[in-house]
């Protein structure tokens, strides 16, 4: 277990839905690699690199990994400052985001991305998730019932 004071490699991650105010769709990604997480899917996003924001760092990466520009909306809070572990060494926080500009295209990292229902029970559930990723599931779809009455 981490000490308090250990700070974590920090990710970034989208959660891109077909509307910020009423959202019934998710954009996913599958992952090429590394072996252990090919052919998983994800919220796409990556790495802050230094002297980026949190959410700077997600725009650029919606733009390197998918071709798109994105607007984002509320976090999806994690359990930790951080948000949700990852790993030993790193966690990821979630943003809400709806397309700008573009059409979502696997440029990097993936070599499939598909619009699913937000639905319980449907084609969402079913993809083999990275193993991290998976409840951040449970918070996002609290967070899209929370939205719809905004």
Known sequence: MQPAETVLRQIVGAAVVDSLSHPTRLLVARRTAPPQFAGMWE?????????ETCEGALLRELGEELGIEARLGPEVSGPGPQGWPLHATAAMRVWF????AGEAEPLQDHDEVRWVPLAPGHELDALPWIPADRPILDALRAATRLIGRS
């Open 97 to 100: 985001a709806e397309v700008s």
């Open 43 to 51: 919220f796409p996003g990556g790495k802050v690199e230094p002297g």
